[in-house]
């Protein structure tokens, strides 16, 4: 269904079907309105609030997609895409999918995904979400991850599973030579675990574990500090590669 983004000048986004009237708490703006503007455009809503409107990016679709197991957030995205540099040629391996929120955004400038997740119900999420942003080349695989797998050539896996170390024989077997194994975990004793595994695996060479901190900032006028609230813990990436054949 196409959907337009109306912006208030604080940057406060609605996204607005085509053929509806769109209500916000500023007021409403009329589908005559939404129909009749161009990307760009200022619309008022009836109470006088003004919007600009424009056709959603891939980013402002994905904001919106469902999500039922706890995503990952974007700052842990960005640093996965840039430790791992992948692009348009990567072939990645993803598990669990959860709500397919990595899957899709790696989908997105990569070459493929296939996506591992053991249950269904999760599954009919993934393949909402997939439909929702349009994407063509994620494959789906209702199979646990800790049994043997058929996928080969990976360039990056990514875990975001309760024991990760489990998966180690079936990333070892899909990613080829120099591809890179990463485990998002959010505590502690899994990061143990999953490195000392790593480190025993002689098919593998540990590299490091970060945690991302993202510190937003207010910046209006002269008053410019960090934000009072913001900084929650998600989860610590750890990065290995797979090196033996
Ligand atoms: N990264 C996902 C969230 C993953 S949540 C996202 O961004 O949306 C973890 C998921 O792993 C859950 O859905 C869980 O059902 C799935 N899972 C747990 N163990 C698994 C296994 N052995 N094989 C495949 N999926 C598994």
Known sequence: MKTKVLMTKHGRKFHAKNDEDMHTQYGFVKKEDLRNSKEG?????NTGREFFVFTPLFIDLYRKIKRDAQIIPLKDIGAIIAETGINRESRILDAGSGSGALACFLASIARDVTTYEIREDFIEIVKANIEFLGLKNITIKNINIYDKIDDKDMDVAILDLPEPWNALESCSKALKPGGFLVSYSPSVPQVADFANAVRKNESFVYIKTV?????????????VRPKSTGIGHSGFLSFARKVKA
Do not use: F, N, T
């Open 41 to 45: 455009d200022l619309l008022k809503s």
């Open 211 to 223: 945690e991302i901190i993202e510190r937003e900032w207010e910046v209006e006028e002269r008053k």
